[in-house]
């Protein structure tokens, strides 16, 4: 493991995070509108609930790039990378769609208020900032500060592994958009 590794992975993953929501802003009205039977959120609030949770977690994040760059300044930045961890796996879990329960803050509960454009917009602005962080942290500053994330018990992470965390989470929310597509059609038929 190196840091260009470790930078390497996490704009891989925010790429191709990325390029599977695009398709979602260009689908019918109807599609994103489409509410399963189960009760579960549309596509339209899914993205929204991506688009607010991103939002949170890059407030966090800026803050402790900040303060990583700024320990940067009076302290090693790690060398060795032969130990260093980008997704334990309690962290590797977050990208795959029912993999553990969680109750979400009321505040990344979607409002249905945020029109598809909108949406598209702040999450393509959310991931571009994600990677002028990691341009920002390329000499491995980013491991100077820690933050702890209570989502399944994960504990500190971080600011690499923050912003995997964001990207992960975008990817777990890709299953539940599929389902949604697939059921939708199905009715379609009927």
């Not at 704009?11 to 009205?29: M, N, Q």
């Not at 000499?139 to 690499?160: A, F, P, Q, R, S």
Request: hydrophobic share 45%; proline share 3%.
């Amino acid at each position: 493991m190196s840091i260009q590794i470790v930078l390497t992975t996490i704009r891989k993953e925010l790429a191709d995070v990325k390029r599977s929501l695009r398709p979602w802003f260009a689908e019918g009205k109807d599609c994103l509108a489409y509410r399963p039977a189960d009760g579960g959120w549309s596509a339209l609030q899914i993205l929204e609930h991506i688009m607010l949770t991103s939002h949170f977690l890059l407030l966090l994040i800026d803050k402790a790039s900040l303060k990583a760059v700024q320990r940067a300044q009076r302290m090693d930045v790690k060398a060795d990378w032969t130990k260093y961890v980008l997704a334990p796996a309690a962290l590797d879990a977050i990208g795959i769609h029912k993999s553990f329960s969680w109750i979400r803050p009321r505040h990344m509960e979607p409002s249905g208020n945020v029109s598809v454009a909108e949406i598209r917009e702040r999450i393509d602005d959310q991931f571009t900032h994600c990677d002028e962080l990691l341009r920002k942290l390329s000499n491995g500053e980013g491991t100077l500060c820690h933050i702890t994330m209570t989502v399944n018990d994960i504990g500190k992470l971080d600011v690499y592994q923050y912003i995997y965390f964001l990207a992960l989470h975008a990817r777990r929310h890709l299953k539940q958009l599929e389902e949604n597509k697939i059921e939708f059609a199905r009715t379609a038929i009927q």
